[in-house]
């Protein structure tokens, strides 16, 4: 114990590095190499979780910003990578040693290059400031005093790695947000867009926060958001005024950016579901590479991941999750959910539209839950119903898990056209235009006058303006 305490001593005396914003000691681990290293490992592992979005133009015009950003930034000295990945979700991040990437689907909320370049500036922020290695330096030190107390506890010391994996992936606590949002603001500043952009693009982001809160309570789960944004709205918060404020008075602008073309480079970029995860439709479900069709009962809502489809009733009282798995041994469907089941009872044999299945209900970690399985080709669609509480009506729920999974079939040759996904279209606002009006001509799955609102900053109640050139999606 007294040697760990030793070396805890020694490790924060000689683990300070020089930060190359502030230019004050931090506590850090890792060299710079090493902090390169560590994102290039890290990037490997993100591109085989997260598809790049393909549009070669769309990903040349955000490299091109941002390497205009980093530029003026306190790391110049940095090959920065900038991706775009093929996700629906609103978010960006950023990897040490100058690996950043936006999703096409933060890219739908945003209205101008301004606000590209703020989201940009400010995950440069994160990477200019070590944020991620002082994170990860953190961490191990925790880990190793909690080694220290384990041992002396006669316990084995935890996974490191895991917790330091955890350090460089998770978000940030406010003070690091904050800072980020400080140095982008400057960066853009410097590179010719105004400050204030990082007040609108946090302001955009706050209002779609807002709103997923009020789907998550409707879904029963716990709402997500872009690690960027605060608690109180921009327009609330202080510190953040006073930081932007100061950005204007002591920073020289860089030369006033002309010409806006944001608008025509995401135009007929994918929203919401790309075609390779299949598309929802209101109700009904399309897959067009699995050439597969599922429908939801009205009242329920279809929700799409990337390795899970899931189908929520009113408030989440009742899920329905699919997955799908390749088939590896030549057995019944009966044979096969047996392998992994016990105590199923209500066994019966399925052929749906063609396909040969079998399906049983069963008790998992207490809980009544249908499951299924349907076999198509050389792979097996996995169904298991469950509710979120036990002392809900089961048979209520069941009849509709079954409706679900006998809605299963191959795609229709009218339907093909269906499970193409839906794109951003720019518009020019006519007489009597309205968002109520325009979300009736929209294909948006869910709450579409609210996501034209929202991915247009007119979020929750802001009228049109005749003449205006606004986003659609078709």
Request: charged share 25%.
């Amino acid at each position: 114990m007294k040697y760990l305490i030793l070396i805890t001593a020694l490790i924060l005396v000689t683990s300070c590095s020089v930060n190359p914003v502030t230019g004050k000691q931090d506590f850090v681990l890792i060299s710079e190499t090493q902090e390169i290293q560590m994102g290039r490992e890290y990037n490997s592992q993100v591109l085989k979780q997260f598809p790049v979005y393909q549009d070669e133009e769309l990903q040349n015009y955000v490299q091109e910003i941002g390497e205009s950003l980093a530029e003026k930034s306190h790391r110049p000295n940095l090959i920065y990578r900038f991706t775009v990945l093929d996700s629906p979700d609103i978010n960006a991040f950023a990897l040490p040693g100058g690996y950043i990437y936006i999703n096409r689907g933060l890219m739908s909320y945003l209205s101008n290059e301004e606000e590209l370049a703020a989201v940009l500036g400010h995950e440069i922020g994160h990477v200019t400031a070590r944020h991620s290695v002082r994170q990860y330096s953190q961490s191990q030190l925790m880990g190793v005093l909690s080694a220290a107390v384990e041992i002396n506890a006669g316990r084995t010391a935890g996974n490191l790695a895991n917790i330091a994996s955890g350090a460089i992936l998770s978000g940030y606590g406010r003070e690091m947000e904050l800072e980020a949002d400080d140095l982008g603001a400057q960066y853009i500043h410097q590179d010719g867009y105004s400050p204030q952009g990082m007040y609108e693009v946090l302001s955009v982001l706050k209002d779609q926060e807002i709103y997923s809160k009020k789907i998550a309570e409707q879904r029963g789960q716990e709402p997500r958001s872009y690690h960027g944004v605060f608690a109180s709205h921009p327009s609330n918060d202080l510190r953040l005024q006073e930081v932007l404020n100061n950005v204007s008075v002591s920073f020289k602008q860089g030369i006033r950016k002309q010409q806006d073309t944001y608008l025509e480079k995401i135009e007929g970029m994918v929203f919401g579901d790309s075609e390779q995860s299949g598309v929802r439709r209101g109700s009904k479900f399309y897959h067009g590479p699995l050439n597969l069709y599922l429908a939801a009962p009205d009242s329920w809502e279809i929700i799409n991941t990337p390795s899970t489809l899931i189908f929520s009733s009113s408030y989440g009282e009742a899920f329905l999750q699919m997955t799908l798995e390749d088939l590896n041994f030549k057995e019944t469907p009966e044979e096969y959910i047996k392998r992994f089941a016990t105590n199923i009872y209500s066994e019966r044999t399925l052929n749906i539209n063609g396909f040969e299945g079998f399906s049983a209900t069963t008790k998992r970690s207490g809980r009544t839950a249908r499951m299924a399985v349907i076999f198509k080709g050389n792979q097996v669609y996995q169904f298991i119903g469950y509710m979120k509480d036990e002392s809900l009506n089961f048979q209520k729920f069941d009849s509709d898990f079954l409706k679900i999974i006998n809605s299963f079939r191959a795609l229709e040759d009218e339907e093909i056209a269906l499970s193409k996904p839906l794109r951003i279209r720019a518009y020019k606002v006519r007489k009597g235009d309205t968002y109520s009006k325009l979300a009736l001509m929209s294909g948006i799955n869910i709450n579409a006058e609210d996501q034209l609102r929202l991915i247009n900053g007119d979020y929750p109640d802001k009228p049109l303006s005749e003449g205006r050139i606004i986003k659609v999606v078709e």
